[in-house]
Every structure is written in structure tokens, then in C-alpha cells.
């Protein structure tokens, strides 16, 4: 069974006051970790795909890396407009070895509040 | 290009009733999941759809069943309504492949009384 594990649940940045979330994850054969951001009331945003360990992906402040066991998603300088819940998803394969298609399993995530 | 879209948006439901939600993919992407969001559990897989097949199945009674149409739409369908049914449906749609991303709806809130 696929595991997610994101921490903190809860973290508070002063706005500029860069800090990393963390994602450890357990999955029989990855095929892909995912990162979304989730508002109030809204589905989750896609943000980065990764694939093996070593691949790290960019996008404005946000930055995601890879390892064998976790994933970190580093925010530089947040603004207040990147309070969200930022959720970790791994793909896995089934147990015959085919992929698990369309089955994500998601962290409880992590609530971002950055504060100006 | 559009998103996904999901209807309805809201819905109230009294316990036993039954209700359909409806989930409209990305232009082109055949493969269409569904997921259970609430505050205790986050978001659960229910099941994914491509070209019309259920290809994979979460954990969830036989109250919870869905189907694709030929154009990728698809539908969900839960039956005989119980109060902790209440959650945030959320469909995503992706092209399929093993690892692709998945791109979520709005969702549907449902409320069961």
C-alpha cells in the first residue's frame, strides 16, 4: 500500500522568510510524485511532476526535489499570496506490476499561511 | 484551452436519496478520476475511467459506481446517500499514461442531511 507522509501540517512564514515542506513517501515502484496547491473551496493546482531521484523542478518561488524516500517543496521569499494547503501525491505500480492507473495517493498536506 | 469542468457545483442531499455528478474533461485527455475529499481523510481515489473502461478502483462500497461516455465525460453515481457521504467530489482529468499529471475540477460539494 502507497504512503504519504507531509510535514509540517501547519507552517507560518513571515512574508520574505524562506523555509522548505517536507513529503516522505513509501510506493512500490514510483511513477511520479506530484505537487498541487489547493485554495479554500477550489481543486488542487497542479504544480510539478517528478520522476526519479535527482530531479529537481522550478517554477517562481517554488522549488521541488527528489529522493528515493521524500520529496521537499523549498519556497524563497514567500509572498502572502502563496497561502495555501500544498499537497504531496505519489503513482505507484499494482501489485502484478502493471501501473495503478489514475490512482493518486495523496498526503494530508501542508497549510501554508505567509503573513505580510 | 479549457479546464475541467464539474456539475453541479453544490448539492443537498437528504440520507437514503441517490444523486449524479458530472465531470467534463480537457479537451482531448481520455482518462478521467475521481477522488473523495473531506477534512478527516483528504482525498481518497475512487476510480478512473479511460475510453470508457473502468481501469482501477479504490476502496469504496458498490453505493459508489461511475461511467464514461464516448467523449470522455464521465459521471458518478452514489447511491442510497449516507451523512458521512458528505464531501468535496473532485474529478481529474489526464491523458492516461502511467505518470502523467492529472489536472483537477472545481469539484462538486455535496451536503447529505
Known amino acids: 500500500e502507497d504512503q504519504v507522509t507531509q510535514s509540517p501540517e501547519a507552517l507560518r512564514l513571515q512574508e520574505g522568510e524562506s523555509s522548505s515542506l517536507n513529503c516522505s513517501y513509501t510506493v512500490s515502484g514510483l511513477r511520479g510524485l506530484f505537487w498541487y496547491r489547493q485554495d479554500p473551496g477550489k481543486g488542487p493546482e497542479f504544480l510539478f511532476t517528478l520522476y526519479s531521484a535527482g530531479e529537481e523542478k522550478e517554477k517562481e518561488r517554488l522549488k521541488a526535489t527528489l529522493t528515493k524516500k521524500e520529496s521537499f517543496l523549498h519556497i524563497t521569499a514567500p509572498k502572502p499570496e502563496d497561502s495555501a494547503t500544498y499537497l504531496c501525491?505519489?503513482?505507484?505500480?499494482?501489485?502484478?506490476?502493471?501501473?495503478?492507473?489514475?490512482?493518486?495517493?495523496f498526503g494530508q498536506g501542508t497549510i501554508l499561511t505567509v503573513h505580510p | 484551452k479549457a479546464g475541467v469542468t464539474q456539475t453541479p457545483r453544490y448539492l443537498i442531499k437528504t440520507r437514503g436519496q441517490q444523486v449524479t455528478l458530472s465531470c467534463s474533461p480537457i479537451s482531448g485527455h481520455r482518462s478521467v478520476s475521481w477522488y473523495q475529499q473531506t477534512p478527516g481523510q483528504g482525498l481518497q481515489f475512487l476510480f478512473e475511467y479511460f475510453s470508457e473502461t473502468q481501469r482501477n478502483k479504490g476502496n469504496f462500497p458498490g453505493r459508489f459506481s461511475g461511467r464514461q461516455f464516448s467523449n470522455s465525460r464521465s459521471e458518478m453515481n452514489v447511491s442510497t446517500l449516507e451523512l458521512g457521504d458528505s464531501a468535496l467530489y473532485l474529478c481529474?482529468?489526464?491523458?492516461?499514461?502511467?505518470?502523467?499529471?492529472?489536472?483537477f475540477g472545481p469539484g462538486t460539494r455535496l451536503t447529505v442531511l
Open positions: 481529474a482529468s489526464s491523458s492516461g499514461l502511467a505518470g502523467a499529471e492529472q489536472f
Open positions: 501525491a505519489v503513482q505507484g505500480r499494482l501489485n502484478a506490476g502493471g501501473t495503478s492507473y489514475g490512482k493518486l495517493t
